[in-house]
């Protein structure tokens, strides 16, 4: 029998560390697995710095610290230097993954995301990432129907060993992406614009996904 999928919430683009005590209260329950903490563009002191300040409201709770940043930096030393678990890749080369797969060793993971089409994302398995993430907002906060990456995550999850995220737009989403067999479940507004906070919106995905485990 497959393992439950685990959750994986995608921050907004951060400036600052004012973030710290929503991202702590959503972790806080423990059931989230991983955290994509999205970094807006800063210099590299700036970004390691805040991935200082921001990592223990993650890590503190058991869910690992993941980073990515919008500006052109050395995204290698960020993670390192600010004692994240790994580094996240948006529409990456499979040369691109190898070259930080040198430099981060086998200790921290990759991750890549924006992948067009099932051919790049077969090169990004090939190459040695650690996660491929399907259906995350596009750079114009459009969407991928939920159809679209419902089929991709499903046909990934059956052949490929490699691990996959979907990204749900809502909580409504969740079980249908939680069908595909994907290792993991992302989130992203949908936590963080929850009327009733950040740790009602995990508890309420990690009850669907535990409910979906118990029919099976």
Not at 14 to 40: I, T
Not at 168 to 173: H, Q, R
Not at 177 to 201: C, K, M, N
Request: charged fraction near 25%.
């Amino acid at each position: 029998m497959s393992e439950p999928a685990r959750l994986y919430l995608i921050t907004p683009v951060l400036e600052d560390a004012s973030f710290a005590p929503k991202l702590a209260e959503a972790c806080k329950g423990g059931a989230v697995a991983a955290v994509l903490l999205r970094l807006g563009a800063a210099d590299e002191r700036s970004l390691t710095n805040l991935v200082k300040a921001l990592g223990p409201s993650a890590q503190d709770h058991g869910a690992a610290l993941i980073v990515a940043t919008e500006g052109d930096v050395d995204l290698a030393n960020v993670a390192v230097r600010g004692g994240a678990d790994g580094a996240h890749l948006s529409g990456a080369t499979p040369a691109q993954v190898r070259e930080l797969r040198e430099r981060l060793k086998a200790e921290r993971a990759i991750g890549v995301g924006h992948i067009r089409t099932k051919d790049d994302a077969m090169s990004l398995g090939e190459a040695g990432v650690d996660y491929l993430l399907f259906g995350e907002p596009r750079r114009d906060g459009s969407l991928p129907s939920l159809e679209s990456v419902a089929e991709r995550a499903a046909w990934w999850a059956e052949i490929f060993e490699t691990p996959c995220v979907a990204y749900a737009p809502s909580l409504d989403a969740v079980e249908t992406l939680a069908a595909t067999h994907a290792e993991f479940i992302a989130l992203g507004d949908a936590v963080w614009s929850h009327p009733d906070g950040p740790a009602a919106a995990v508890k309420a995905a990690a009850e669907t996904l535990a409910r979906l485990e118990g029919s099976h």
